[in-house]
């Protein structure tokens, strides 16, 4: 069983950014497996956001947050991240950690076995 816990969710200003992280209580599915963020605003269905790799040498990331988003992990910490910058109104949502097994990264929420709890990130105009 992989326990997931985000945290860095906050209240920020348009153009401000945040660092997200997540921390897997489970190493060795951490390691080998893909991860990835999703997103979910209210009223609409979660999103994937961001994914990367086991290894970290490969990332995905959505439309809306190219450029402005960066995944990362420490394996040797068990955590990944998601920095997020220029932030805008629309990046408002609970922010999910998820795990998945060991391939290429995705945003297909079907791909993920393991779910966090969420972290609100809201961006005020």
């Known amino acids: 069983q992989v326990q997931l816990v985000e945290s860095g969710g906050d209240l920020v200003q348009a153009g401000g950014s945040l660092r997200l992280s997540c921390a897997a209580s489970s190493g060795r599915i951490f390691s080998i497996g893909v991860m990835a963020w999703f997103r979910q605003a209210p009223g609409k269905e979660r999103e994937g956001v961001s994914s990367?790799?086991?290894?970290?040498?490969?990332?995905y990331y959505a439309d809306s947050v190219k450029g402005r988003f960066t995944i990362s992990r420490d394996n040797a910490k068990n955590l990944v991240y998601l920095q997020m910058s220029n932030l805008k109104p629309e990046d408002t949502a609970v922010y999910y950690c998820?795990?998945?097994?060991?391939?290429?990264?995705?945003?297909?929420?079907?791909?993920?076995?393991?779910w966090g709890q969420g972290t609100q990130v809201t961006v005020s105009s």
């Open positions: 990367i790799s086991s290894r970290g040498d490969m990332t």
């Open positions: 998820a795990a998945g097994s060991d391939g290429v990264p995705s945003l297909r929420l079907a791909r993920y076995d393991y």
